[in-house]
């Protein structure tokens, strides 16, 4: 993958228009702009190790930004009893909640 692949693949996937920038599963469908409810996030789209060595193929994103709203939404989304996080999670209110009849 060439660094401005990287930089395209970036662009199509990272929402930064929510106070936090976010993973998005995919270009279309998952938005604020595309659903009320949204964004809908899935935290295992985040990929930790990955982002220390993205800045290396685009360094223009802020691939640091991207692994602390990931790490700041990994502790807020504890849900139920065992305080887990769900699969889907929706982030249009102040507060994470699990996302219901997301099936993808």
């Known amino acids: 993958m060439t660094p401005r692949d990287v930089g395209l693949y970036?662009?199509?996937?990272?929402?930064?228009?929510?106070?936090a920038?976010?993973?998005?599963?995919?270009?279309?469908g998952f938005?604020?702009?595309d659903r009320a409810d949204g964004p809908?996030?899935?935290?295992s789209y985040w990929i930790f190790p990955a982002f220390d060595?993205?800045?290396?193929?685009?360094?223009?994103f802020d691939w640091a930004g991207l692994a602390r709203s990931g790490r700041r939404l990994v502790r807020a989304a504890r849900f139920g009893p065992a305080r887990r996080p769900s699969e889907w999670i929706y982030l249009a209110e102040a507060a994470p909640r699990p996302a219901d009849g997301v099936a993808y």
Request: proline share 12%; aromatic share 0%.
């Open 21 to 28: 920038h976010q993973v998005l599963p995919s270009v279309a």
């Open 10 to 19: 970036a662009g199509s996937i990272v929402a930064t228009a929510h106070p």
């Open 53 to 60: 060595r993205m800045p290396l193929r685009a360094p223009e």
């Open 40 to 43: 809908v996030v899935n935290l």
């Open 31 to 33: 938005s604020a702009e």
